[in-house]
């Protein structure tokens, strides 16, 4: 199993620039891709942005084209997401989560490990 810690996140201004990390250990090597992910109060969890540790281009959720950036560094077995001009609609618990394949969907259910969560805070 993969276990994913992430971090990064807090209180950060709209119009700012925010980048998570999600460290993964544990058997990496049978990992496929790995995926953020995003939830506010009320709503069900949502696709940001997925990404394969051997190459391939990364996709992204329709609702954050344009602003967020999903890379990874292998060696450091870990995946980044940049959120640029931040945005109060941004504000949520923000989650990676690793599948070993064969396929990075959208859907949470594609996913075998998670992490525990960060809140990401954009204030006005």
């Known amino acids: 199993q993969v276990h994913l810690v992430e971090s990064g996140g807090g209180l950060v201004q709209a119009g700012g620039r925010l980048t998570l990390s999600c460290a993964a250990s544990?058997?990496?090597?049978?990992?496929?891709?790995v995926a953020w992910f995003r939830q506010t109060p009320g709503k069900e969890r949502e696709f940001v942005a997925a990404?394969?540790?051997?190459?391939?281009?990364?996709y992204y959720g329709d609702s954050v084209k344009g602003r967020f950036t999903i890379s990874r560094d292998n060696p450091k077995n870990t995946v980044y997401l940049q959120i640029d001009s931040l945005e109060l609609t941004d504000t949520g618990d923000y989650y990676c989560?690793?599948?070993?394949?064969?396929?990075?969907?959208?859907?949470?259910?594609?996913?075998?490990?998670w992490g525990q969560g960060i809140k990401v805070t954009v204030s006005s």
């Open positions: 544990g058997r990496t090597n049978r990992s496929y891709a």
């Open positions: 990404i394969t540790w051997r190459g391939g281009a990364p």
């Open positions: 989560a690793e599948t070993s394949g064969p396929a990075a969907t959208m859907s949470p259910r594609s996913y075998d490990s």
